[in-house]
């Protein structure tokens, strides 16, 4: 099992910027990738950002020049830095976790709001 606790939600203004944490425990050797994804009422979960074990990076157009996604793996930890935030990005944001073999994991989400 893989548990995931994400941090870092809260509202922002228009602009601002926040940083969300995932934090990982449990059996995390085999985890090939970690994202992030959000979600808002009535729409389905989109992929927002996703890093492999290996460091690599992909990220949505949307996010792109604003986002970036890090992993400290001293600390099994992923990083969303979310900057030049717009109202637009208001959201649940959910972090997944996927191991070898395509079993997935996600934490319970953290909110973020952008007011304009």
């Known amino acids: 099992q893989v548990q995931l606790v994400e941090s870092g939600g809260g509202l922002v203004q228009a602009g601002g910027s926040l940083r969300l944490s995932c934090a990982a425990s449990g059996i995390i050797f085999s985890i090939n990738y970690m994202g992030w994804y959000r979600q808002t009422p009535g729409k389905q979960r989109e992929l927002v950002a996703l890093i492999t074990t290996g460091g690599s990076s992909y990220y949505v157009d949307s996010a792109k020049g604003r986002f970036t996604i890090s992993r400290d793996n001293t600390k099994n930890t992923v990083y969303l830095q979310m900057n030049s935030l717009k109202p637009e990005d208001t959201a649940v944001y959910y972090c997944?976790?996927?191991?070898?073999?395509?079993?997935?994991?996600w934490g319970k989400g953290t909110l973020v709001t952008v007011s304009s």
């Open positions: 997944k976790a996927e191991r070898s073999g395509g079993m997935a994991y």
